[in-house]
């Protein structure tokens, strides 16, 4: 399989060549090697899961993805371009969105407007227009408004509209928080453990958004997740990270049966 | 009982989009504004002498509002506090003298909103440390403003005209006929210039915070590094914020000089004034248009009141109750913070919740 090939999984979705490729990656924070050497990529309209220990270097690698980090050795291309060094909103601007680990809501404003953050970058109103908020402006405040609705009834938070996002429960922030990376309609969604903390029925509906959100707009995700069964169940395609280096990359099955990854993951016998 | 929104439906975005959507605070908007045009022009302030309602009650609660707006953007909405306030409206006032010496004909009201933008762009210049720093680090960057503008104001002989005094003093200047400024403009026409100027900046303030500017600056107050994850530039969200910020103030800066004090000096933008704008902000509530009018009305009225009654009340006189009000405005202060951090523009919220599902608790 070539990086332009397209496939079907055994589910029928076609997964199409290749979006983003990390080129022998490296990060170093002073002398600590938090991402050694790896090589992967992520298909267009797959799931790809990141998994690995606490400490594997997981979230540095998103933050690398989307230019939070800038790796020391190592190349990113994405859609058969070399990514030149970036800031963060430039890449934000070619169609990358994330959520966050530890929930990074507005906290001082309401669901809707968070969700309308999303819509921030294709926003072009200029500054007399925003002043005076009538005309152009509004019309263009209007139609973003409608798309992030759709978006707030396509993950059940209507209720929840108008409710200042810090007095939320925690598994409805971590939706808010999908729901304006939605609202960016990205190419490429990066969640970053978007279940941890939830019980088994929130996990449920939160793997129910991402498979819809996989179908319906076709995004292609990279998720974290430590959850296993979920990622067995989600993801196309798995890497497993293992102190910054990476101990496999397949299918879930064949990352199941790798002994590295069993060994990692249970320990050895010394 | 009459504050209820049962049967009112926004069935468009717009309508759901409004400041007031409920019908019963567009009627208070509308008292409230023929209250401001039609009732205080005339009668003044019912129970205090006319002279006295407008000149040292009305025309300086309304610039306040102003600056305290400004300064909310800043520090409300941005999440960037400043303690050169004093030093910004400074800048106005005398960008305003020094424009009307050269542009003698020229509309006054022109040349006030003009001197905002002169303040705008001092402001953005010493906005841009906030790019690299944060919290206290930037408060004494922007005090250092503050001692440095301050200092302007008095070595900079042009700024004043190189005058003796080193004092800016206001030329009377009509328009339409009517005298607006100087010492023979009558408080009315100033009152109504004022408040004119301060709705039509409310109005602007109220726009900007609800659009995609505004929301760019609480990305970043609320969440920076998501705010640039998200295509915010950090760079743009604060130099804007501090720009649109000093513009108001330095228009209030120019109207307080214009319009009420009608001379000034250095010492009528020191830092003290600079802390008396942001206990106005905070109390008022921070991210709140409407709270920047109750945090000026209130810290302005509240000692002029209390030296009123202690006058009247236990014959106290003036000088004691000045530092008995000071006393008390730092108490208020404390206490209003710890019972609502938000100040009292979360406590109208509160009550205009409680009232809307009255006589039950929720």
Not at chain 1, 141 to 169: M, T
Not at chain 2, 93 to 112: E, H, M, Q
Not at chain 2, 309 to 331: P, Q, R, Y
């Amino acid at each position: 399989m070539t990086a332009t090939d397209s496939y079907v999984t055994p589910d029928g979705r076609t997964i199409g060549g290749v979006m983003m490729e990390m080129k022998n990656i490296t990060l170093r924070f002073g002398g600590v090697v938090a991402i050694k050497d790896i090589s992967f990529d992520i298909r267009e309209g797959e799931i790809r899961a990141i998994i690995g220990p606490n400490g594997a270097g997981k979230s540095s690698m998103l933050n690398v993805i989307n230019g939070f980090y800038h790796p020391q050795e190592g190349e990113v291309w994405f859609r058969g371009e070399k990514r030149p060094s970036m800031k963060p909103y430039q890449i934000a601007a070619q169609g990358i969105a994330r959520t966050f680990q530890n929930i990074a809501l507005f906290h001082g404003m309401t669901t809707v407007e968070n969700v309308m953050t999303g819509r921030q970058l294709m926003m072009k109103k200029n500054f007399l227009w925003q002043m005076l908020r009538v005309g152009p402006a509004m019309a263009e405040e209007v139609v973003h408004r409608r798309r992030c609705e759709e978006i707030i009834d396509f993950l059940e938070i209507q209720h929840i509209r108008k409710e200042p996002v810090g007095n939320l429960p925690y598994g409805l922030q971590k939706r808010v928080e999908l729901a304006r990376a939605l609202a960016m309609e990205p190419k490429l969604l990066l969640l970053d453990e978007p279940m941890a903390g939830m019980n088994v029925e929130e996990k449920e509906d939160m793997s129910r958004f991402i498979l819809d959100v996989n179908d319906q707009y076709g995004t292609t995700i990279a998720l974290i997740e430590h959850d296993m069964s979920v990622v067995m169940d989600l993801a196309d395609r798995v890497v497993v990270l293992d102190y910054g280096k990476m101990l496999a990359d397949g299918t879930p099955d064949e990352v199941q049966k790798n002994q590295a990854v069993i060994d990692a993951y249970l320990g050895v016998e010394h | 009982m009459f504050y209820r929104e049962a049967g009112q439906y926004n069935t468009t975005y717009e309508k759901d989009m409004q400041v007031f959507p409920i019908k019963q605070d567009k009627i208070g908007i509308a008292i409230w504004l023929v209250l401001a045009y039609l009732f205080v022009p005339f009668f003044g302030i019912p129970g205090l002498e006319y002279g006295f309602a407008m000149n040292a009650i009305m025309i300086p609660v309304l610039i306040f509002t102003i600056t305290t707006i400004g300064l909310n953007i800043l520090v409300g909405f941005t999440g960037q506090i400043s303690l050169g306030t004093g030093a910004f409206m400074g800048v106005g006032a005398y960008a305003c003298y020094k424009l009307t010496s050269y542009f003698p004909d020229v509309n006054i009201i022109v040349l006030i909103l003009a001197s905002g933008f002169v303040s705008a762009i001092v402001g953005a210049l010493f906005g841009l440390p906030s790019l690299r720093i944060k919290g206290f680090y930037l408060v004494v960057a922007t005090l250092a403003a503050q001692f440095f503008l301050e200092w302007c104001f008095i070595r900079v002989g042009w700024l004043y005209n190189y005058n003796a005094s080193g004092a800016i003093e206001v030329p009377q200047r009509e328009v339409f006929g009517w005298i607006v400024t100087g010492p023979s403009a009558e408080p009315v026409t100033r009152y109504l210039v004022v408040l004119s100027i301060l709705i039509f900046l409310a109005i602007i303030a109220g726009n900007l915070t609800r659009g995609r500017i505004g929301r760019s600056w609480m990305m970043i107050r609320d969440m920076d590094i998501a705010a640039e994850l998200i295509g915010v530039r950090p760079l743009t969200a604060k130099l804007s914020a501090f720009a649109v910020s000093s513009y108001f103030i330095g228009v209030s800066g120019a109207l307080m000089v214009f319009m009420w004090l009608g001379a000034a000096e250095v010492e009528s933008f020191d830092v003290n004034h600079s802390f008396l704008y942001l206990f106005m902000v905070i109390l008022g509530g921070l991210g709140s248009i409407t709270g920047s009018f109750m945090g000026a009305a209130f810290i302005w009225t509240f000692p002029i009141v209390l030296k009123e009654l202690g006058k009247s009340w236990f014959g106290i006189n003036a000088t004691v109750m000045e530092n008995v009000s000071l006393v008390a405005i730092g108490v208020m202060i404390v206490v209003i913070l710890i019972a609502e951090p938000h100040g009292m523009a979360r406590l109208w919220q509160i009550i205009k919740q409680k009232l809307r599902i009255w006589p039950f608790p929720h």
